[in-house]
């Protein structure tokens, strides 16, 4: 199978298990996920299957939303309430002072990654050196809060909408947001509702799909790779350019037809062959990236 699958992760899953178990489901090996989302996190997790694996870093790097629920008064190791907790302080800060704190972090803002995190420092994972105890320095990485909406504030619980760029860790967000109010905060729950087009309420449990599987009905729950460039200009090749395309060279396409620009191109026969970029000077579309091979 080729395409995209709106995975809905469950509690208690990592984004590696939800891969390892559709491996599983539908009997191949070329599956990916496109953000990791922690075991406690549930939500919206974009699965490439087949060619559609190509799709992985481009999906990684798409605009996310999450629901948090946001704890004042407690610290925790990992960010987020099921850590060890470091320190509790009362909350003496007025709904209006969080309200004022929380919307401050929206724009673009340095942050620092959490140890328990998969990201690398010399080539170990932070959260293997987080559990042996170890804390190194992590550099500060620009990431941008672009809205956050508070739905309701009972403190010392805020729940609350966050739209966001890539990379951004909405535990340190509370973490960063406790700090900021001299008490402290930790991440209570998190589901993401949206990774790019990808919306929560289209998601599929791991257990829906094996239905739809025996159903005989999953192919037509899968997006196919072509349609995350239906907003690309569409470049139909004649019969001369066959071998081309076959090869993975660049087309030279005369006139002036083209503007600059991505655009999708399709085969002779109307298989969708992949995103090309036409090189106004050289009169060539130079293949991007390709997904026939």
Same mark, same amino acid.
């Given at each position: 199978m080729d395409g995209i699958l709106n995975i809905y992760k469950e509690k208690g899953y990592t984004s590696h298990d939800v891969v390892a178990k559709l491996r599983g489901i539908l009997k191949q090996?070329?599956?990916?996920?496109?953000g990791t989302l922690d075991p406690d996190a549930v939500g919206v997790l974009p699965v490439c299957l087949g060619k559609a694996t190509k799709l992985c870093d481009m999906l990684t790097d798409t605009t996310k939303e999450y629901r948090a629920v946001l704890l004042l008064g407690v610290e925790t190791d990992t960010q987020d309430l099921g850590g060890?907790?470091?320190?509790?302080h009362p909350v003496t800060a007025s709904v209006e002072e969080v309200e004022q704190a929380i919307l401050s972090f929206v724009g673009p803002y340095e942050q620092v990654p959490p140890m328990y995190s998969a990201l690398k420092?010399?080539?170990?994972? =932070?959260?293997?050196?987080?559990?042996?105890?170890?804390?190194?320095e992590r550099k500060a990485r620009r990431v941008e809060i672009f809205s956050i909406s508070i739905h309701r504030m009972e403190l010392p619980h805020i729940e609350m909408t966050v739209s966001c760029s890539k990379g951004t860790y909405? @535990?340190?967000?509370?973490?960063?947001?406790?700090?900021?109010?001299?008490?402290?905060?930790?991440?209570?729950?998190?589901? @993401?509702t949206r990774s790019g087009r990808f919306l929560l309420e289209e998601g599929m449990t791991?257990?829906?799909?094996?239905?739809?599987?025996?159903?005989? =009905?999953?192919?037509?729950?899968?997006?196919?790779?072509?349609?995350?460039?239906?907003?690309?200009?569409?470049?139909?090749?004649?019969e001369e350019f066959g071998n081309a395309l076959k090869n993975g060279n660049p087309?030279?396409?005369?006139?002036?037809?083209?503007?600059?620009?991505?655009?999708?191109?399709?085969?002779?026969?109307?298989?969708?062959?992949?995103?090309?970029?036409?090189?106004?000077?050289?009169?060539?579309?130079?293949?991007?990236? =390709?997904?026939?091979?």
């Open positions: 090996k070329k599956i990916g996920h496109t060890t907790i470091l320190s509790e420092v010399g080539g170990q994972k =932070l959260c293997d050196l987080a559990r042996q105890g170890k804390t190194v909405i @535990r340190t967000l509370c973490h960063d947001i406790g700090q900021a109010l001299g008490c402290g905060g930790a991440m209570e729950e998190l589901t @993401r791991l257990k829906q799909v094996e239905q739809f599987r025996d159903e005989g =009905l999953l192919k037509e729950r899968i997006l196919p790779v072509e349609a995350m460039f239906e907003h690309l200009p569409q470049y139909r090749c004649p087309l030279k396409v005369s006139g002036n037809s083209l503007t600059p620009g991505d655009y999708r191109v399709i085969g002779p026969e109307g298989d969708f062959v992949g995103i090309y970029h036409w090189e106004q000077g050289q009169k060539l579309l130079k293949p991007k990236k =390709l997904f026939f091979l």
